[in-house]
């Protein structure tokens, strides 16, 4: 802590990237190497102090002293200070157990009720096109007289149903926490509370034998990062009122989560995927702004009012459509309209927030932020060694690794403004970001020099090793 009451964590030191050395085999290994070049984890201990400041982007922290937690040294990366804070972190192994009978949360019911909806507007429509079909044709004409009279009518009659919906929206919207955006919110937290402990428990179940123990490396490496996270950004009411607790989960898969309640689940996958401390930070960053952000209940809340307002255009498919078979392929392309122009383009606008969210939790953690474009830059590159294929960004609920690494890059100047302004220590060595591009161009130019002795000739039709971010 300095005089400011600003958290200081020296990640600086003098970066170099473990995950590329110039060797092109080192891209093929780069998964297993990333634990192993990221962190070593000693036996020794440091005391935990208690400060107390006041600063304009940084966190206060009042802990008790004498607590101890291990320390954290970072091989390649420089070292942690050992005046590292205490955090408020809880370790949690046992199973809860189910409590006593109460009704379900609003949510659930909800996703439990949706296809029998769905059932209803089928059977409905389906009823409309079977009464039509019955109706003698001089009934159909004396209907159809009886709707042009009455035009003003039906549109008045539709035209308050659309009111009433618009009334509903804008009477539902509220500000996103941090970013101040609109949102339509249709759930409250208290619902997704209980949803989300239903959800641990499933995962605990799920997962309960690959769970690392408190005294693997791994474990207390995400754990002191939480940690840091929360303790640094204690400012924002949001993260101060979640008790953070954590999992390590011994699975090959570069993923990690954070439920809504502060259950952060880490694979050892990622552990793996990193080159370093401050591109783990961000991405626990990143996790920890869709809880606090409030993106699951967000993203329940959408899609709950379209599925409700798709119930309408269901029906009026299967009433309209002269076979059932018309129906179902009009019923799954509504479903696919609904899913590429609203779903998926509103979880990459959740996905975006939550990078430029995390990306100020980072700042103010003291993290080199630079280094967080360079772990898609990282991803991407790794899926273009192993031959995953490319699809385009508006078929996945995420933006892809180029543009997100680009946004992230804009997105850093900002976040190098925050970290100034709480104090933290200047970030020595060079940009990680331009470490990463010499070593690629190294690599082009090691992989055309293998290439040269096989051909005394170029042959112009065949296509050069195109790598992203060159």
């Known amino acids: 802590f300095n005089r400011d009451g600003c958290q200081r964590l020296d990640l600086s030191g003098n970066a170099r990237n473990c995950f590329l050395t110039g060797n092109p085999d080192s891209y093929r290994n780069f998964t297993g190497r990333g634990l192993r070049c990221l962190l070593d984890v000693p036996n020794t201990e440091v005391s935990r102090n208690a400060h107390h400041g006041s600063g304009r982007f940084c966190s206060q922290s009042s802990q008790p002293p004498g607590e101890k937690i291990p320390s954290l040294q970072i091989s390649s990366m420089g070292q942690l200070p050992h005046d590292f804070p205490a955090w408020n972190i809880q370790t949690i192994r046992s199973f809860h157990t189910s409590p006593s009978l109460q009704a379900a949360p609003v949510p659930l019911f909800w996703i439990i009720a949706k296809p029998a909806q769905k059932l209803f507007a ?117 993260v101060s009122a979640l008790k953070w607790v954590i999992h390590v989960v011994d699975e090959p898969a570069v993923n990690a989560f954070v439920l809504p309640n502060g259950q952060v689940f880490v694979f050892t996958g990622l552990l793996d995927a990193v080159s370093d401390i401050h591109q783990l930070s961000f991405i626990l960053g990143h996790e920890i702004a869709h809880a606090v952000l409030e993106h699951a209940a967000e993203k329940a809340s959408l899609v709950h009012f379209l599925d409700f307002l798709s119930l309408i255009f269901l029906t009026m498919i299967w009433a309209i459509c002269p076979r059932d078979s018309l129906a179902v392929v009009g019923q799954w392309i509504q479903s696919k309209l609904q899913e590429f122009m609203f779903d998926r383009p509103y979880s990459r606008t959740l996905e975006a927030e939550a990078d430029k969210v995390g990306l100020q939790f980072a700042a103010k953690a003291c993290v080199d932020v630079r280094a967080s474009s360079v772990f898609w ?94």
């Not at 509370?193 to 690392?212: A, G, H, P, T, V």
């Not at 690794?401 to 709480?422: G, Y």
Request: neutral net charge; aromatic residues 8%.
């Open 377 to 470: 830059q990282q991803m991407e590159l790794a899926e273009t060694i192993e031959g995953q294929p490319k699809l385009p960004e508006w078929l996945s609920t995420h933006p892809s690794h180029e543009n997100r690494a680009e946004h992230l890059d804009r997105l850093i100047p900002e976040a190098l403004k925050i970290r100034e302004s709480c104090n933290c220590p200047s970030l020595s060595g060079p940009d990680p970001r331009l470490i990463f591009r010499l070593n690629m161009q190294r690599l082009l130019e090691l992989a055309e020099g293998r290439e040269a002795p096989n051909s005394t000739k170029q042959d112009p039709s065949k296509p050069k090793l195109d790598f992203p971010h060159t």
């Open 122 to 238: 089928i059977i409905l429509g389906r009823s409309i096109r079977k009464w039509w079909k019955a109706l003698p044709p001089n009934k159909r004409e004396l209907f159809k007289e009886s709707a042009r009279k009455n035009k003003w009518k039906i549109l008045l009659g539709v035209s308050s149903l659309g009111v009433v919906f618009v009334m509903f929206y804008f009477t539902h919207l509220e500000e996103t926490p941090i970013t101040g955006r609109a949102r339509l919110m249709v759930f409250g937290k208290e619902h997704f509370r209980e949803l989300s402990q239903m959800e641990y428990d499933m995962w605990m179940e799920l997962f309960k034998n690959q769970m690392l123990p408190e005294t693997d490396a791994g474990y207390q490496v995400v754990e002191t990062i939480v940690g840091h996270l929360s303790e640094s950004n204690k400012d924002v009411p949001e």
